[in-house]
């Protein structure tokens, strides 16, 4: 697994958003200079092309340079995003002058150019990393978030580097699982979800008993990852326990089929509140087999909220996936612990769960964006797999979502009928509607066959196609 994950700045500390009273003080960690960490991104495309690219890198960034220099039609998405975060956008100039009109929303389909963008861009295609991470680029970047009250230096950038991992590995009955490695939490909580549920008897349940084991497992991964998970390059973490059969049985063994067990009979954290949306997911197949499963984030829609001047590279807020304190919450409602505080040069943990699954006969790979709910999106997908379905259903899933706290399931419009939800309350779940918050996409190929398949979420925005392309 290739990590291209952001990583706090060599002047980050544990304590960097509280305030003298010792509380958390979100608005650091969520907008504005300070909630930057430093990129991965540019550093993952220049290594993937390297060392696995036929293309050069210039001739792959070549599009996208064409869509920021001749400006593209921005979509109802995209106003949506817009308006969630225009509050945020109308406090920084740079980015308020380059999304907005007058503090407005622009209308569907003006056209959005951001000739600097090309220009960054251009840099990483001729230079690759030192494109982006020295010289003009990186002087500009540091230059704007050391203005805006940041604390990145030109050392933070020249020292980025990617990291590459074992993803985590696991077998859920026929099938073979491939995800991501932490820092990303994706893989664990998935292959232990999924090792809970093996122990269950999934198939002979009636359909709402079937979603309450889903919800009972999802809460237990939830819970470990609130316990152990983080940067395992800074903290121990107990990943051979948390992904072994044995250990799920006996997290199983807790579950019971007529009632719903309470996030606090497993441990007390801090009440939990609601985030955001974020996040761009690809999955590849290509006719030699090669496979990609990649997701990219800059957590919230339009990251911090702020450009750096010159470049319009958007800067993320990937800092608040970082527990700020031990009791905090982050934008997305989800617990943590000691494992997971701020460190200098650490990687925060991710919900991304970029994903192979393979059976006898077939292989597919899949990932959505959606933040603390991407793991039960892909689970869902991964069951319906199971089940022999192809991409297009795997994306259509009737959604919903348990992450330990808070102790609520989220669904989806349609995720959950009437019936489901009075019985789901009767066993004690607390519900809750959410928006549509899928994009999951999906591909597949048939091993013997050779017959590529591929779909894109109805309630997302992206396409899927099976395309011969031609060099
Ligand atoms: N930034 C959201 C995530 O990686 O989980």
Redesign the pocket.
């Given at each position: 697994m290739l990590d291209g994950r952001e990583k706090s700045p060599l002047a980050a500390h544990k304590d960097m958003y509280l305030d003298k009273q010792g509380q958390v003080n979100k608005q650091l960690s969520l907008n504005g200079a300070l909630a930057a960490g430093i990129p991965g991104m540019s550093a993952a495309l220049v290594y993937l092309s390297k060392n696995y690219g036929e293309l050069s890198l210039a001739k792959s960034l070549a599009p996208a340079i064409r869509h920021a220099e001749q400006g593209f039609a921005i979509s109802e998405r995209h106003r949506k995003l817009l308006r969630f975060r225009q509050s945020v956008l109308k406090q920084q100039t740079e980015i308020a002058e380059l999304f907005l009109v007058d503090g407005e929303l622009p209308k569907k389909g003006t056209l959005l150019q951001q000739k600097a963008l090309a220009e960054t861009l251009r840099q990483i295609a001729v230079k690759g990393k030192a494109g982006f991470y020295q010289g003009d680029i990186a002087d500009k970047l540091v230059q704007s978030v050391q203005e805006l009250g940041g604390i990145w230096q030109l050392e933070d950038l020249k020292k980025y580097q990617v990291k590459l991992r074992q993803p985590v590995v696991g077998q859920y009955k026929e099938l073979q699982i491939t995800s991501a490695a932490l820092p990303?939490a994706g893989g664990t909580l998935l292959v232990e979800t999924l090792n809970i549920l093996e122990t269950l008897d999934l198939e002979s349940a009636d359909e709402i008993t079937h979603q309450h084991l889903i919800i009972e497992s999802l809460r237990h991964a939830f819970h470990d990852r609130a316990l152990y998970l983080g940067d395992d390059d800074f903290v121990a973490v107990p990943s051979e326990r948390l992904l072994n059969k044995q250990y799920a049985y006996g997290l199983a063994s807790s579950i019971r089929a007529d009632k719903s067990l309470k996030s606090d009979a497993l441990s007390g954290y801090s009440k939990a509140q609601q985030g955001g949306r974020?996040?761009t997911h690809f999955s590849i197949i290509d006719d030699q087999g090669n496979r990609v499963a990649a997701t990219l984030?800059i957590?919230f829609p339009f990251g911090a909220g702020i450009v750096a001047k010159g470049t319009v590279v958007v800067l993320n807020n990937?800092m608040d996936?970082f527990q700020a304190s031990e009791k905090a919450v982050n934008g997305?409602g989800l617990v943590g612990g000691k494992a997971n505080l701020i460190a200098p040069e650490k990687r925060m943990?991710?919900?991304?769960n970029p994903s192979f699954v393979e059976q006898q006969g077939r292989i597919g790979v899949l990932g959505t964006l959606g933040?603390?709910r991407?793991p039960s999106m892909v689970l869902l997908a991964i069951l319906d797999f199971a089940k022999g379905n192809d991409p297009s259903s795997q994306v259509r899933v009737k959604r919903f979502h348990h992450q330990y706290k808070p102790d609520i399931v989220h669904y989806e419009k349609g995720g959950l009928n009437e019936t489901e939800m009075l019985a789901l309350k009767k066993l004690g779940h607390q519900l809750k509607q959410y928006y549509n918050y899928g994009n999951m996409q999906a591909v597949q190929l048939g091993k013997s066959t050779g017959i590529l398949s591929a779909a894109s979420d109805p309630c997302g925005e992206g396409f899927a196609s099976v395309q011969k392309i031609s060099q």
């Open positions: 990303s974020n996040t984030s957590n990937e996936d997305y943990l991710s919900s991304m933040g603390s991407i």
